[in-house]
């Protein structure tokens, strides 16, 4: 059976939602991306610093101990859609671990803004790893199949 680690930033709490059905179905690690600098609470501010954030290519610090990336076989990330690409902690996080030859999946929750240019945005962040078909984290009901087709179940 597949180590697997299941990462992920919330603001709102709906990926931590989907990263825990994630958890529930495969017994997977989880940890909790956490910037030391936390987003404010009001929506616009969030939005305002996130895309300042993604248009100059700011490194996020972020709190806590990272995992090692070393024993697992699959590293499941999720991250909310802001401003049509992965939001600056988890674009920090999946930068900080030693990824090369990993097999990497990535789970997105957004209001009405799809994945974006998320998948495309991915590859260029992670180029030397077997990156799976990102997932839509607002369709619950194609999760199993998703698991399944990238091995995690």
């Keep these: 059976m597949s180590k697997i680690l299941i990462a992920y930033y919330s603001h709102t709490g ?6 825990e059905r994630i ?10 991306i956490t910037p030391v600098n936390t987003y404010p609470a009001d929506i616009g501010e969030v939005i ?3 895309q300042k954030e993604i248009e100059d290519g700011i490194t996020i610090e972020l709190s806590g101990t990272l995992p090692d990336a070393e024993p697992y076989d699959l ?9 049509s690409t992965i939001a600056p902690p988890v674009a920090s996080f999946l930068k900080a671990l030693k990824l ?24 260029k962040l992670l180029p030397d ?3 799976a078909e ?3 984290g607002n369709e619950p009901e194609k999760l199993s199949a998703w698991l399944g087709g990238i091995g995690a179940v």
Excluded: M
């Design 14 to 19: 709906t990926t931590k939602e989907v990263g």
């Design 23 to 32: 958890k529930s179905a495969t017994g997977g690690d989880v940890f909790e």
């Design 48 to 50: 305002a610093r996130g």
């Design 75 to 83: 590293i499941i990330a999720g991250t909310p859609n802001w401003c």
């Design 100 to 123: 090369s030859g990993k097999r990497v999946a990535l789970y997105v929750t957004h209001g009405r803004g799809g994945l974006g240019h998320i998948p495309a945005d991915i590859a």
């Design 129 to 131: 790893v077997k990156l």
């Design 134 to 136: 990102v997932y839509d």
